[in-house]
Structure formats: C-alpha cells, structure tokens
C-alpha cells in the first residue's frame, strides 16, 4: 500500500505550457488525502518559491534537491549548505571568466552575479521573477550558501565541477544550466528524512518526475514514474512511464495503479 507520494515541480506538477497545475492533478490530490496518503513536493526550487502551489495541502517540501526539508508546519528538519572553499573557488573563478552567470541560493534570498538574454528566457520558462542582481564580494554570507545554478552546458559540467567545485555535486533537468548541492546532497535524502520524520516505510512510497535532478528520486521510492515529457534518461530509469503533465500524466499514473 502506498502511503507517501513524492512529486516534482516543474514539468509534473506544473505544466511548462500552461504554469498551472492540471484540474486532473488538482482532484487526484483531494482523493490521496483522503486516503490518507502524504504528499511530498520534491523540487531544486527554494522552499519561498512555493506558494503558488501551497494550496495542495503538501505534507512536507523537500528543497534545493534535498538540501532544506520543511514540515507543512514550517518545521525545517533537514538542511545542509556547499562548502564555503568550493563557493569561493566559484568567485575566484568567475573573475577569470567574466561571461559566467550563476546565482546563488540561500534559506533567505536567491540572487544573480548577472542577467543574460538566455537567463531571462530561462525564468520566463518556469514563470518565475528574475532574481535581483548581487555583488557576492560585499556583504554576502558565503557560508549561507545551500544551491546554486551555473549556466553552463553539460559538456562544459564534468571539468567545471572537478576543477572548480570538486566537493559539490551537479545536476539538470535542463541543458541552460545545472543545479549545484553538496556533495552527496540529492532529492533521495530528502526523501529519507521524511520518511524518517514520519516512520513511513521506503516500501510504501511513490515518485513522479521528468529531470535528470529526479533521477535519484524515481530509482529510490518503490515506484518511480517518469512523466511522458521526461528526459530520455529519466524514463530508461522510471519503472513507469505515465502521459504528459498536460495530458493528465499524474491522473493516469495514480489510477494505474490503482492508488486513487
């Protein structure tokens, strides 16, 4: 039986096309908390920027790609920042290469070194406001750090993290940039931790994505479901693959088997 779901943003619960949540996932969530099922957002989002889809009733939001877990109480019970030596590598390394955009994401603020064309389009894509400007040198807490995107492609990844941010980990669900945590950081701990949180067992539990930042996620739950918009390599991992977030992808999975 299941008795915890865990779900992405961008591209499962919201839809890239519409920025909504589909009326069939809207229902789907009224009839898993029903049943008693909890509902879990799992997301590289920081947890501030979840209030459009707050009125889900969510039991818990995992962040950051497992970085910062907070109750529906607004407990945080979980959180872990980059290290400070692979941080100000990153700094040391943007003066040396002045075309770098990155942004940094901390419990309080997200914020960009620069804005690009390309970085504008990006935030448009997921509807979110474009974060304001930062000079990181003046007056930031570099040790606040918990996430942060570096607008690179995923050929130019491998050596950018062994050279630059060895002890920090990367992953994307988009080829504009990748997602950063610490090193072993991913959606699977933020998973444990409420499974923990509320001694549910990783036997009863489910997961929906599309991004590579998911993969983790689907491999670990004992159903992972890959929406039918995921990357090629989320779906080889998924042990189902469901309709699009447009096409009631999360309505059809749940029925399936038989959850709702």
């Known amino acids: 039986m299941i008795k915890a779901i865990f779900f992405d943003i961008d591209g499962t619960l919201l839809s890239f ?29 920081s ?55 990155f942004s940094f994401m ?3 603020e997200i914020s960009l070194n620069q804005v690009t064309p390309e970085v504008l389009r990006m935030y448009q894509q997921v509807n979110v406001p ?3 400007l930062r000079d990181y040198e003046k007056d930031f807490d570099l040790d606040s750090v918990m996430q942060v995107n570096v607008f690179i492609s995923p050929e130019e990844e491998t050596q950018f993290m062994e050279n630059v941010m060895p002890s920090s980990v990367a992953s994307r669900w988009t080829p504009i940039f990748a997602d ?19 001694n549910i067992p990783l ?10 930042n998911d993969i983790t996620m ?22 189902y693959i469901t309709d699009s977030v447009d096409d009631d992808g999360i309505w059809n999975a749940l029925k399936h088997f038989n959850v709702i």
């Open 17 to 45: 096309k519409t920025h909504e949540v589909p009326k069939s996932t809207q229902q789907a969530f009224k009839l898993l908390k029903e049943k008693d099922i909890k509902v879990f957002v799992s997301t590289g989002r």
């Open 47 to 101: 947890f501030n920027q979840l209030g459009h889809i707050r009125y889900l009733d969510f039991d818990g939001y995992i962040t950051f790609n497992g970085g910062y877990c907070v109750t529906k109480e607004h407990q945080v019970i979980y959180k872990n920042n980059i290290s400070q030596k692979d941080i100000r590598s990153l700094l040391d390394y943007a003066k040396q290469h002045k075309g770098l955009t």
């Open 106 to 108: 901390s419990e309080q």
């Open 130 to 132: 474009t974060p304001p």
């Open 180 to 198: 950063i945590n610490p090193m072993g950081q991913s959606k699977k701990i933020g998973i444990d931790v409420f499974l923990n949180h509320y």
């Open 203 to 212: 036997e009863e539990t489910m997961s929906f994505g599309d991004g590579g």
């Open 218 to 239: 689907l491999a670990h739950t004992r159903i992972g479901i890959a929406m039918g918009n995921a990357n090629p390599e989320v779906k080889e991992i998924a042990d």
